[in-house]
């Protein structure tokens, strides 16, 4: 079946502007999750979504970033006024759910945002 | 608190000759520990995981990676390297079995000399 698909491949944007990006998780995971990769950082967990609970958003670096669900399903990370410090690759993830035992996350293969 | 030292940020092989990327980390509690490959372009994959059942744990490609509390490492192997196994791997903690409290390592890069 499809994996976790994520939309576009790469963004060019200017400093200031706002962005969306998108992610599509594999059909019946219950649990996504948006991290960010740096060059030549370990990846940094943002925002995490559970079915219909709350998001845990600890962690986000700042309210220029938000992230929805819709329908439990496709989300979408937003930054706001970016800065040349948020240019990093973004990574969706999902998984089964997170409760118990370990459900292992299936990522998809990111988006490269620049900020110019 | 919680980390992962992955300890060397680029490793070079012969293809054929063994592989050895190093993790140590660090937690007040037994944490559970993973291995994830990224090839170039790619998602990543989780290549083996260990929560506290046997210390030696064997994962896909013929990696396996072996747990030792003493020495607080999570040491990643292959008897073997192939062309194939070039790509950036980072090693996981995480203090419970929840997947939001996972803390990644800087990766390491592997690279597979003909």
Redesign the interface.
């Known amino acids: 079946g499809a994996g976790v698909s994520q939309s576009p491949s790469n963004k060019v944007t200017e400093k200031g502007k706002d962005v969306e990006l998108r992610c599509d998780p594999i059909s019946g995971h219950t649990a996504l999750y948006w991290y960010r990769q740096s060059l030549g950082q370990g990846l940094e967990f943002l925002i995490y979504f559970q079915g219909n609970s709350a998001p845990d958003k600890s962690g986000l670096p700042s309210d220029r970033f938000s992230a929805e669900r819709t329908g439990g399903s496709v989300s979408t990370l937003t930054i706001q006024r970016t800065q040349q410090e948020d240019s990093a690759v973004y990574l969706c993830a999902s998984s089964l759910d997170s409760g118990g035992a370990y459900n292992e996350q299936f990522f998809g293969p990111g988006t490269r945002l620049t900020v110019l | 608190a919680q980390s ?1 030292t ?1 300890l060397d ?1 680029h490793v070079s092989v012969s293809e054929g000759t063994p592989v050895l990327l190093r993790c140590n980390y660090s937690s007040s509690y037994s944490p ?1 520990l993973f291995w ?1 490959v990224q090839h170039p ?6 290549l083996l ?1 260990y ?1 506290s059942a046997a210390t030696l744990v064997k994962g896909i490609n013929g990696f396996e990676a072996e747990f030792k509390k003493s020495e607080t490492s999570f040491h990643l192997t292959k008897p073997s390297a192939h062309m194939s196994d070039a790509a950036e791997y ?1 090693c996981v903690v ?1 203090l419970t ?4 409290d ?6 390491t890069r592997l690279t597979v000399k003909p």
């Open positions: 992962v992955q940020s559970s994830y372009n790619k998602g990543l994959q989780l995981k929560t980072f995480s079995l929840a997947n939001n996972m803390r990644f390592g800087a990766g």
